[in-house]
């Protein structure tokens, strides 16, 4: 078993938080690989929200999908409809607000660059940092998000610098937060990791 794989760890976070008929988003649909895995937690009464900004990716996660029998479709902005199925987004994760309906339980971003595409097109730090903080105050009490970061493409420092000063700033009092790496490994991947409270108390 592979420790150092931090998509495999990202997954068993958020899985605890999923439940059959919930909302959930991913912010980098990519190939489909965390669109699939969120679909398989929320199950056909279940929405997954998934976007990306390349035709490509949004082409193979399709194709995935699709042969994995999940019903998909392509998303309008909100209208306050609750939908079922994978609704994959042409749109920068940035406008996630224009696309929730509700309050997800579980959010995944799997930055970076698309594994096998153009790596010029890479996740970037504005968007990235609108996106998550959008995503953690209209996370559901109780839901997660988890973000695999990537320090060691163009830009990647930078982007992973300021994610990583996002979560640290997440208050205590409603937030449990963590980060896992190999600490052998210069530059390698890292993961994320925000728990928000289930209820109004403050944690001890
Ligand atoms: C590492 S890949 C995602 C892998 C994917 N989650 C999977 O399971 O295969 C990163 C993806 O983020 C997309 N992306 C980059 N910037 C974006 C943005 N602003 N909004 C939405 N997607 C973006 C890229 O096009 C790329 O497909």
Same mark, same amino acid.
């Given at each position: 078993?592979?420790?150092? #794989? ?8 958020? #899985? ?184 109004? #108390?403050?944690?001890?």
């Amino acid at each position: 078993m592979n420790l150092t #794989r931090m998509v495999a760890h990202c997954r068993n976070f958020l #899985r605890p938080a999923l439940n059959p008929g919930d909302l959930a988003v991913d912010l980098t649909a990519g190939a489909g690989q965390d669109t699939l895995f969120l679909y398989q937690c929320v199950g056909p009464g279940g929405c997954v929200l998934a976007f990306d900004i390349q035709a490509e990716a949004l082409g193979r996660a399709m194709a995935l999908l699709t042969k994995a029998g999940i019903p998909v479709t392509s998303l309008h902005p909100a209208d306050g409809t609750r939908r079922r199925g994978v609704q994959l987004i042409g749109d920068d994760h940035r406008n996630l607000d224009k696309y929730l309906w509700g309050s997800p339980r579980g959010v995944v971003a799997n930055l970076g660059y698309l594994p096998g595409g153009d790596p010029s097109i890479t996740t970037s730090i504005q968007s990235t940092l609108q996106a998550l903080t959008r995503s953690c105050e209209r996370l559901a009490a109780g839901g997660r998000v988890a973000v695999v970061v990537y320090p060691g493409h163009p830009g990647g420092a930078e982007e992973a610098e300021a994610v990583t000063n996002l979560f640290s700033a997440l208050p205590a009092r409603t937030w449990q937060v963590l980060q896992l790496q190999a600490m052998n490994r210069r530059q390698a991947p890292f993961l994320l990791m925000a728990a928000k409270k289930e209820d109004k #108390r403050a944690l001890p």
